[in-house]
């Protein structure tokens, strides 16, 4: 009756600590800081309401949560994801380990003397108490590290880094207290260290990972069940909690009939379960979804029980202590990340700053000061309070720094540009009805940047709230003047000639993405249909959406935009990350899914095993916070894109200096006039092969089309792109070839725009190639050369490249799909 009573009363007041926390979250603090506030107030040392027999009749809350928190820690480290950085995450991980262990381990012993429960102990028992100390201090916190990266909407090289070292660091210090655990109480009991000593230990982190492997079979099968979702929580909950019964059992067994003891580490079973289950199964989605659902509940129960735990007096005597050991880790993080970072040769400004990503502590650092109470109860609770205190710090100081780190290298994107879904989203709607007022009204609370064009000099009065602007006429100038070739959309709402007169200008010069015309004559329905527009025929589009109401309500709801939580968008993948990556193993959020993928002009219906591939347009359906995650996960931060792009182009001939860093300035010392560039394409040779080929036979017309111009042998020309394209392939993205080289002489430079509807074949692996753009040059023109591939990557890095490039109807408009990008252009 007494556990009942304890019971109710902790479950009303961590009702309460969630509101707290939520409060003290306005103010910038972690939501764990208030449920650590909460506890610390309502605990035995200020309003006693949470008593310290309520905190002992309460310690399966601790082994609940720990199951959980372990779990989810297993589950992060999802190995697909951190392959592509894998080196300088193992080196920087490595520098961490190694320099936080070893200093604060260090500091928490010299320290021994000013801790009182320390000071009698003998100096086994000091090296013990240090050794679980520095193990403890190692952890990082990738909950909050990636709610940070959420709040900015942070992506690059720094970030992607930074994440997987987090995510993986919980790993290496669940297994590294499980060792020092081990070895602590070997020290504590007298256990001396010889072959059957680590044989012993050898033998319990063997079984310990076989316990989880079974864990991971029984989870399993919990997930394959056809019950209620509530039931296979409770089922994932308490299994947790019976890896602590029966390690605790173990030992005790073990203690009381053989000469040592087997000391099964819980935390590394759960973790080792909840990896495999996310790596090696087809129910890593449900199992993180069972862990997302009951986290709240119980971070907010462990967290609050924490606080209540912690030893005010302790503290108080010792928190000169804390605050050592907090500036003493911070030292060790910032020299190991330094350290690891240079060894695997990050640029020196990210090695230099990347200690600030890695301050931050919580759930699996709290979880283990806990566990060191369960297992050492004669010393725990002080201990734990020290190190409580230290977490508490880092948590405070560590995401401001974080949240500075991602600033300082510009991988953060402000919120003006969450809604950025297919890169454009600026509209021009023609027409002064009715109804393109309330499309232009809804596009814009959508969002989307409107313009309603019209034709007369007057504006009707109902149009006071919506951007005008005045068209004279039809021609190409005037719809350039109004800026229709920027435009994300364009929606024709006049008569079916002058609809399709725009549309065909879109279409033949501008390569708009999306262009929808209201019908009036079913007999104009196929020449409309051959530019690719998204026709609306008013006589017929009632009963259509009739009829789909009646067979499919909810989709038809749903597109119909009824259901403001839910919407749908397409993105386009940009980030080469994701490229190859099968459906089944992309990470979205719960409620999301990918309705189509459109590729190459070609729709795909997708299943688990279907591949992304670079340009892809993805259609998907969720909530508009999850929309935001994933569009930021499709998409690239564009400068690191095309600096990578161009240093992947450049030839060896030009790798006198620092490829990116003399990029980078070209880029940054640019505006928007005409350049060198645009005069160059503005002369160049264009060829619109009607046939497929080989990239052999396509070098051999290349250096036909381009000898006269450079005054050479079409044989030499030959030559020297195969040998190029032999060297390293000229392929920089699927459909994209930019095949270049170096020429003896001075001052030429020539470039030849080759498009290949039918493709040319590089490799037989990849794509065939539609767009081709060879240059040629000579050493003198190295800047120029540089200077023109940057040019060509921030051309082709627009989603509307490939869509502008294949329907252009001529040699001059397909100079033009050049011309008119929207790129920056050197002084």
Known sequence: MELLIFIAGFVIISIA????????????????????????????????????????????????????????????????????????????????????????????????????????????????????????????????????????????????????????????????????SAVADALFTGLRFNFMFLLLLVFELGLSLIIGFLVCKFILYILMLSVRQTFKNCLVLGTGFFIFVLSAKVRSFTHEHFPFEILLEPLLICMTAGFLVANISRFRKEFSKILYDIGPPIYIAFFTLTGASMSLDILA???????????????????????????????????????????????????????????????????????????????????????????????????????????????????????????????????????????????????????????????RASLQNIGAERAGAIVVMLSDDENFQICETAYEHFGTQTLIARLHSRENFARFQVLGVLIVDPATAIVNLLDHFVRSPSSASLLMGMHKEQKIVDVYLKNPVLSGMALRDLRLPFDTIIMSIRRRRVLIIPHDYTQLEAGDLVTLVGSITSLKEVALRFDINTENALLDMVEKAAPR????????????????????????????????????????????????????????????????????????????????????????????????????????????????????????????GTRDERRFHLSALSAIAQIVLDPRFERKWMRARNDQALRNVLLTATRKREV
């Not at 894998?86 to 200093?103: A, D, N, P, R």
């Open 653 to 776: 001939e030009l790798a006198g200096n620092p490829v990116k860093t003399e990029v980078k300035a070209i880029i940054r010392n640019t505006e928007n006039a005409g350049d060198r560039f645009d005069r160059l394409v503005e002369k160049s040779l264009v060829m619109d092969l009607k046939q497929g080929m080989d990239k052999d036979e396509f070098f051999n017309i290349a250096a036909h089309a381009l000898c006269e111009t450079l005054d050479m042998h079409p044989s030499d020309l030959n030559r020297m792109l195969k040998e190029r394209e032999a060297d390293v392939t000229t392929v920089l993205s699927p459909g994209l070839a930019v095949p270049h080289i170096i020429i003896e002489g001075e001052k030429k430079f020539s470039i030849l725009l080759t498009r290949c509807k039918q493709g040319i074949v590089f490799d037989r692996s990849t794509p065939p190639v539609y767009a081709s753009f060879v240059l040629v």
């Open 17 to 180: 600590s969630r509101q707290i926390g939520q409060t003290l979250k306005l103010t910038g603090l972690p939501l764990i800081n208030g449920f650590l506030f909460t506890g610390i107030l309502t605990g035995p040392y200020m309003l006693n309401m949470i008593t310290s027999d309520a905190i002992s009749n309460l310690r399966f809350v601790d082994e609940i949560s720990l199951g959980v928190i372990a779990f989810a820690a297993g589950s992060e480290l999802y190995l697909k994801e951190l392959k592509h950085r894998m080196k300088s995450i193992v080196w920087i991980t490595s520098g961490l380990v190694v320099f936080t262990f070893v200093l604060t381990s260090f500091t928490f012993f010299m320290l021994a003397e000013f801790i009182p429960f320390m000071k009698d102990m003998p100096l086994a028992g000091r090296i013990a108490v240090s050794i679980l100390a520095g193990a403890i201090l190692v952890a990082r916190s990738p909950s909050s590290a990636i709610a940070i990266v959420k709040e900015l909407r942070a992506k690059g090289p720094f970030t992607q880094t930074t994440l997987g070292v987090t995510v993986i660091m919980d790993v290496v210090v669940i297994t590294l207290f499980a060792v020092n």
């Open 317 to 475: 005597k010792t928190w000169p202590i804390a605050l050592t050991l907090f500036f003493m880790r911070g030292a060790a993080i910032f020299a190991g990340s330094f350290t690891g970072g240079i060894i695997s040769k990050n640029p020196v400004k990210d090695s230099s700053i990347s200690g600030m990503a890695y301050i931050t502590q919580a759930g699996v650092g709290l979880g283990l000061a806990r566990e060191v109470i369960v297992e050492f109860p004669e010393w725990g609770t002080p201990f734990a309070t020290i190190i409580i205190s230290v977490i508490v710090l880092n948590q405070i100081v560590g995401p401001p720094l974080f949240k500075k780190a991602i600033k300082i290298m510009g991988e953060d994107h402000s919120k003006a540009e969450s809604s950025d879904f297919e890169g454009v989203r600026d509209a021009l709607v023609f027409g002064t009805g009715g109804q393109a007022l309330a499309l232009s009204r809804s596009l814009m609370s959508q969002g989307w940047e409107v313009k309603i064009v019209l034709q007369d000099n007057g504006k009707p009065e109902n149009f006071h709230d919506i951007k005008t602007v005045h068209l004279p006429d039809l021609s």
